[in-house]
């Protein structure tokens, strides 16, 4: 089945780095990735971020957001609360914690501005201490009446373009050298969503302890260009 054209364009809408909730303006790790000598080549940032694909968002954030999709559609609050609460848990820096909170309130307030009427908007936004990215983007795309599947790709492909872009900043890296980093991640994406729809709760982790002491790092290093 087509995906309807409404549908499609709201997915491109929200994969934009157009899209106004900030997240330009993180690296995710890679920064300190670079600064630390495991990621200063094309090649090798290449590498970590088909890694941070696997480790951190076919395993966490997107089987997180497939279950919150589902939870949207039929407004269960208590599992969106408890699917916002593992989301946050599995933050393990200050600046991942106020990077999925910061992106959740901004999109929550853009959704808000789009259609103010929608009941599970209140939902959202008393989520506490904030509505996490992951979720909030569940709603979003719950609201555009794609399937799972493509808006996790969407997702997917939003996470890979900013990450790239940061890599081309951060290295520094050639704009050529971006979409070939791009095209490595979009050819991954496929099956790392495959592998999130195919998640059960009890399966989902957030387990990278090397990306957590990389993050850690980061809000003290000396010299740099992204939050987190």
């Keep these: 089945m087509s995906l309807a054209p409404t549908a499609l364009l709201q997915l491109i809408w929200l994969a934009s780095p157009a899209l106004?909730?900030?997240?330009?303006?993180?690296?995710?790790?890679?920064?300190?990735?670079?600064d630390a000598g495991l990621a200063e080549?094309?090649?090798g940032a290449q590498q970590w971020l088909l890694q941070q694909l696997q480790?951190?968002?076919?395993?966490?954030?997107l089987p997180a957001t497939a279950a919150a999709i589902q939870a949207w559609q039929a407004h269960d609050?208590?599992?969106?609360?408890?699917?916002?609460?593992?989301v946050l848990a599995t933050r393990e820096s200050a600046e991942f914690r106020q990077q999925t909170e910061?992106?959740?309130?901004?999109?929550?307030?853009?959704?808000?501005q789009r259609d103010a009427q929608d009941p599970r908007l209140a939902t959202l936004a008393a989520l506490r201490p904030a509505p996490a990215w992951p979720v909030a983007f569940a709603l979003a795309a719950a609201r555009s009446g794609a399937p799972p599947r493509e808006a996790l790709l969407a997702m997917g492909f939003g996470w890979a373009e900013n990450l790239v872009q940061a890599a081309v900043k951060a290295v520094p890296l050639g704009q050529s050298a971006g979409q070939r980093m791009l095209s490595a991640l979009a050819d991954a994406l496929p099956a790392a969503v495959e592998q999130a729809l195919a998640t059960a709760d009890v399966e989902r982790q957030a387990f990278s302890p090397g990306l957590a002491i990389l993050s850690a790092r980061h809000e003290a290093q000396y010299s740099r260009l992204f939050r987190s």
């Design 55 to 61: 480790l951190t968002q076919a395993r966490g954030d």
């Design 41 to 43: 080549t094309e090649a």
């Design 102 to 112: 910061q992106m959740g309130r901004s999109l929550t307030d853009w959704l808000r």
């Design 77 to 86: 609050g208590e599992r969106i609360a408890a699917l916002n609460r593992w």
């Design 20 to 34: 106004p909730v900030g997240g330009f303006s993180y690296s995710e790790g890679l920064e300190a990735a670079v």
